[in-house]
Every structure is written in structure tokens, then in C-alpha cells.
């Protein structure tokens, strides 16, 4: 912004993530750069889990149209009584419409609702966070930005790819706690947020709250 001089103030947030927010890493699922297949199996077990508990209440966000489609078309065939949403079926804001209107109702989206989105209450309860939303490197903008880097002798994926990433993951984070009376669980279904040494970064850029890879736990937040 070209300003050199300037009074700052940072502060926390309003909100009590550490009492009203648990953190769900999903375990024993294959890492999605080395066994993609396993991983979207694994995955949608660990989906299938976290529906059963909570009945609706549920955002689901994904990284592909792909895998977004074939996980609705897996619940279809296993939940009828839910009130399954998904992106590209209608526009956005009817879509958000049903989704509050109804209790039932799980929601299946890519990035347009990771971020402005806004779902207040107890209409949503739970965000689930199926891989950790790296940018496609083929991208022609993303290319570019990686190979202007590289030329620099940089490290184009941690300057550049893992920090746009953590931002992305942050967003989505945020569409569960949208005021203070507001709680839920956050479930992360990407095992590389705990085995690859960049893990970390995502984990240490959220508000503090509780953890845990036990899915009973789950069941006794609520």
C-alpha cells in the first residue's frame, strides 16, 4: 500500500474458539499424494462417520468438482432421509437457503463456499475439510508465480503455494464460528496436516481449540 509510517493495533478475536470449537484430524487415512484412491475411500468412510452423528448441520468442502460429485453420489445412495446439497445444482444463495431452512441438511461444496459464507447458529455445526486446498500447480497464474520464484532461487511451494493454502484453510475453518454462542466441530479429513512437516503451519495459523482424532469425542461435544 506504500505506507511507511503507521499506528498498528492487533487484536483477538471475539470469539471463545477454545471452549466452543473441537478440532477433528481424521486418523489411519492414506496420504492423498502417495495412494489418491485409498485416500477418497478412507475419506468417505470418515464422512459417513461424522454424518451419522451429527443428521445435517453439515458443510462439506472440497478441493475438485470430481471428488465433490462422487462422495454426494456415495451419500445419496446411503442417506435418503438427509437433505443432501450440492454446489452447481442450484445458485449459491437458494442453495444456502434450503441448507438453513432445513435441520437435515448437508452441503457439498468447492471453493466459492470456502469463504462469504455465512451461516449462523445452529444451522451449522460442522465443517468438513476433506483435503487441504492447495492451489492446481498447472494453473496458468499459479505457474507463472511458482516459476518467477524459482527463478529468484526461491522455494516456490513454501513461499508461495503452502502460504496461499493456509489462507484458503483458514477461510474454511471460519465458516463454523460466526458469532459467540456459536459452536461445532471442524473435521479435517487430510492426514498431511499431522504427517508432512508443513503440517504444522496449518495447525499453528488457527485459533487455539481443542484436538482430537477420536471420533467418540465427536459424539460427546454435542
Known amino acids: 500500500l506504500g505506507i511507511k509510517y503507521s499506528d498498528e493495533l492487533l487484536l483477538d478475536s471475539p470469539f471463545n474458539y477454545k471452549t466452543n470449537v473441537l478440532l477433528y484430524l481424521g486418523k489411519k487415512i492414506a496420504d492423498p499424494g502417495y495412494d489418491l484412491e485409498k485416500f477418497n475411500q478412507q475419506m468417505l468412510t470418515h464422512i459417513k462417520e461424522l454424518v451419522d452423528i451429527m443428521q445435517g448441520r453439515t458443510f462439506i468442502l472440497f478441493t475438485s468438482f470430481k471428488m465433490m460429485r462422487c462422495a454426494y453420489e456415495e451419500l445419496k445412495l446411503n442417506y435418503r432421509s438427509i437433505n443432501l446439497l450440492k454446489q452447481g445444482d442450484k445458485p449459491q444463495y437458494e442453495l444456502l437457503a434450503d441448507f438453513k431452512r432445513t435441520a437435515n441438511s448437508v452441503l457439498l461444496g468447492t471453493n466459492t463456499f470456502w469463504q462469504g459464507v455465512d451461516v449462523p447458529g445452529k ?57 459467540k454462542s456459536d459452536r461445532g466441530v471442524v473435521a479435517v479429513l487430510d492426514p498431511r496436516i499431522t504427517t508432512r512437516h508443513y503440517g504444522k503451519s496449518f495447525l499453528n495459523d488457527l485459533p487455539e481449540c481443542r484436538h482430537t482424532s477420536d471420533i467418540n469425542a465427536v459424539k460427546y461435544f454435542f
Open 123 to 179: 444451522a451449522l455445526e460442522c465443517v468438513i475439510i476433506t483435503k487441504l486446498p492447495f492451489l492446481v500447480p498447472d494453473d496458468p497464474m499459479t505457474e507463472a508465480r511458482m516459476e518467477l520464484i524459482e527463478s529468484r532461487r526461491g522455494n516456490s511451494f513454501h513461499e508461495y503455494q503452502v502460504p496461499q493454502a493456509i489462507m484458503m484453510f483458514k477461510q474454511g475453518f471460519g465458516r463454523l464460528i460466526r458469532t
